[in-house]
């Protein structure tokens, strides 16, 4: 499953570096032939989601490297600081770019507005070409949403994979970005004025300036350390309280590591009638049961720590408030 799920990513991130790069050319050759400040704004879009895709096949590259002496968890963050960057590259080229032919128009810097025709074939075959992109990474975002259970938006907020959301959100904002240029192009042309123009280039760097928002808070949240998606986590809980040998989960803590990659670590009260090897075999189940159950788990830790520990409950305490008391009252 995982390589099918890694060569659909890779999929669609070269049909959407192959459908960007003939485009911004297009939109570059339209630019100069229409003078349009809009069309312009879409050219150097589309040069920067072709830069994106670059450092998304990076991101699946260098993600997917082993584990080594200096990085025992693997590389699997790799995909979300490359990630990070195509949001940074959004903003900081696409975004400002827009703005600066947007205010250039306005102020009436721009050039003249000729052939419009040879602008709107140009929007339509692009239109066309994003479109199979875009329908490439919703089909993925829609296949990995049903295989987890989730809606397709509730997927959206809680993947760990930051590469076909990216393309996606790339994809949509260029399609929209495309109706912008459309209605720049046509409000030129009916009143000889810029203006319009002007609007739509800056209604993409704003366009831009969301998506890259949005990708940035997804990538800054899995690059600080997200725990496992809450039925995991409730599971895993379940699972380790409801083991003979342990009377009580005094600790559960996870993070991705990578995505579709959870470092688990418990901190486990075990029935004290057990003995040291008896112990030993209940973590070595419970570890193999973690790992079938949820295949995304990637490492597991198992501690035995008494409950009524004073430093470790106030530690547990601060970290997660009064209501998940480690202790309870008849055995405190």
């Known amino acids: 499953m995982a ?11 070269l049909l959407a570096l192959a459908a960007n790069l003939g485009i911004a050319l297009a939109k570059t050759v339209a630019a100069l032939m229409t003078g349009s400040a809009s069309m312009a704004a879409e050219a150097g879009h589309s040069f920067v989601d072709s830069v994106n895709e670059l450092l998304l096949l990076t991101a699946l590259r260098r993600s997917e490297r082993p584990a080594d002496s200096r990085h025992p968890f693997g590389h699997g963050t790799e995909r979300y600081f490359w990630s990070l960057l195509v949001a940074v590259c959004i903003f900081g080229m696409g975004a400002l770019f827009a703005f600066l032919q947007g205010f250039g128009a306005l102020l009436g810097k721009g050039a003249e507005e000729a052939s ?13 070409l994003e479109s199979v992109s875009w329908r490439q990474a919703f089909r993925e975002t829609r296949q990995h949403a049903r295989e987890r259970g ?11 994979d930051p590469t076909a959301k990216s393309v996606l959100f790339e994809d949509s904002a260029a399609l929209l970005g ?21 609007v739509a280039s800056l209604l993409i760097g704003l366009m831009l300036s969301l998506v890259a928002f949005l990708l940035g808070r997804t990538n800054r949240e899995l ?4 725990q496992a998606r809450p039925e ?10 409801d083991a003979p040998e342990v009377e009580e989960l005094v600790d559960l803590l996870t993070m991705n590591v ?24 209940a973590c070595a189940r419970l570890d193999g049961e ?16 008494p409950r009524d520990d004073s430093g470790l409950r106030e530690r547990v305490l601060a970290r997660y408030g009064r209501q998940h008391e480690v202790v309870s009252d008849e055995t405190g």
């Open 232 to 241: 995991v986590l409730e599971g895993m809980r379940r699972m380790l309280t």
């Open 3 to 13: 390589k099918v799920k890694k060569q659909q990513g890779l999929l669609t991130v």
């Open 116 to 128: 419009p025709l040879v602008g709107y074939i140009v929007l339509a075959i692009s239109a066309v």
């Open 223 to 226: 690059l600080v350390g997200r």
């Open 150 to 160: 989730e809606g397709f938006l509730e997927f959206l907020r809680a993947t760990d």
């Open 290 to 305: 973690l790992h079938e159950t949820y295949r995304e788990v990637y490492e597991v830790f198992l501690e035995p720590v």
């Open 178 to 198: 495309i109706a912008f240029a459309a209605l720049g192009l046509l409000t030129h042309q009916l009143t000889g004025s810029a203006v319009g123009d002007g």
């Open 258 to 281: 990578g995505t579709d990659q959870i470092l688990v670590c418990a901190r486990l009260d075990f029935d004290d009638s057990l003995g040291a090897a008896d112990v030993e075999r």
